[in-house]
């Protein structure tokens, strides 16, 4: 069983940020394009950014500008710095770790609360 492990979620209010990291298995992160999604309640989960393998990232819209995703290859970990952060940036965070054809893995999610 492969385990992706979040950190850094938390209560912040608006305009604030916060930095989230992922860990993965070094057998898995090598080979893995990373992402960050999230859900908000009553809301289908939503990719946020990407991350590939060679380290070109890609963002949704909506957090493009604040938002950056980066991996250290070194540490097998996956980072989300998020700044300016907006009440509507409220939800569960999950970081994914995905090869096309061969895995596709979760977190437990991390929660993010923006106040207003």
């Known amino acids: 069983q492969v385990q992706l492990v979040e950190s850094g979620g938390g209560l912040v209010e608006a305009g604030g940020s916060l930095r989230l990291s992922c860990a993965a298995p070094?057998?898995?992160?090598?080979?893995?394009?990373m992402g960050w999604y999230r859900q908000a309640p009553g809301k289908e989960r939503e990719l946020v950014a990407t991350?590939?393998?060679?380290?070109?990232?890609d963002y949704v819209d909506s957090v493009k500008g604040r938002f950056t995703i980066s991996r250290d290859n070194a540490k097998n970990m996956v980072y989300l710095q998020m700044n300016n952060l907006k009440p509507e940036d409220t939800a569960d965070y999950y970081c994914?770790?995905?090869?096309?054809?061969?895995?596709?893995?979760w977190g437990k999610g991390t929660p993010v609360t923006v106040s207003s």
């Open positions: 991350i590939a393998v060679g380290g070109t990232p």
């Open positions: 994914n770790a995905r090869r096309r054809g061969l895995f596709d893995y």
């Open positions: 070094i057998r898995i992160f090598s080979i893995a394009g």
